[in-house]
């Protein structure tokens, strides 16, 4: 782990089917990427909870700069896309 980092931890217990090895890897990119954009003094929080509707939901928060979800500039239609499924139901 990075030096000069603090890192939070808040769990749910919160059961998903899925492949394990996707979400390690979806896990460690969410990091990868919370790291380095994280000034200093460095936190990163790992948090997972279950919504009102039954949704899970695992969430990656640090001290940086904030990025916003927003649909595409070019080609219109919803945002997210109707298609849109979760990556583990």
Do not use: C, K
Request: aromatic share 4%.
């Amino acid at each position: 782990m990075a030096a000069g980092l603090d890192l939070g931890v808040e769990l749910e217990a919160a059961a998903v089917q899925g492949d394990g090895v996707l979400f390690r890897e979806l896990l460690a990119n969410l990091l990868d990427n919370a790291i380095p954009y994280t000034p200093r003094p460095r936190r990163v929080t790992v948090r997972t909870h279950i919504d009102p509707d039954r949704s899970r939901v695992l969430e990656v928060e640090n001290t940086g700069a904030t990025v916003t979800l927003s649909a595409p500039s070019s080609g219109g239609g919803s945002w997210p896309p109707r298609d849109f499924r979760p990556l583990i139901d």
